[in-house]
């Protein structure tokens, strides 16, 4: 499975931004899609997971009412829609797959990972 993130960029505060991850290859060995993120000296931390059949998903606290994940089966695609971004929200934001739906937020459980892409947020 290949994952290609895209979609960062330098925005303002208070913006939006959608990013999009392409999955190719054996993609019906895919469960579960997730994003995380990573600041610069900072753990990968968990931004968004959800399920490929029946879309399911799971946020944690920080970016829950802000950031909504989605997927188009159709095109293997996923999404990750960023309202009301802030200065904390700056980070390299990586989308990864895995083949089930149980720790969705366990970076170490996701076997496939994109490349990541940019997001910088300024105030």
């Known amino acids: 499975v290949q994952l290609q993130a895209s979609g960062g960029g330098l925005v303002q505060a208070g913006d939006s931004l959608r990013l999009s991850c392409a999955a190719s290859g054996r993609t019906n060995s895919i469960a579960t899609m ?4 990573q600041a610069p000296g900072m753990e990968r931390e968990f931004v968004a997971a959800i399920r490929w059949s029946g879309g399911i998903t799971s946020y944690p606290d920080s970016v829950k009412g802000r950031f909504t994940i989605s997927r188009d089966n159709a095109k293997n695609m996923v999404y990750l829609q960023m309202n009301s971004l802030k200065s904390e929200d700056t980070a390299t ?14 970076t170490s459980r996701y076997d496939y990972w994109g490349q990541g892409t940019l997001v910088t947020v300024s105030s």
């Open 34 to 37: 997730g994003w995380f993120r």
């Open 93 to 106: 934001y990586y989308c990864a797959g895995k083949s089930s739906w149980s720790s969705v937020g366990d």
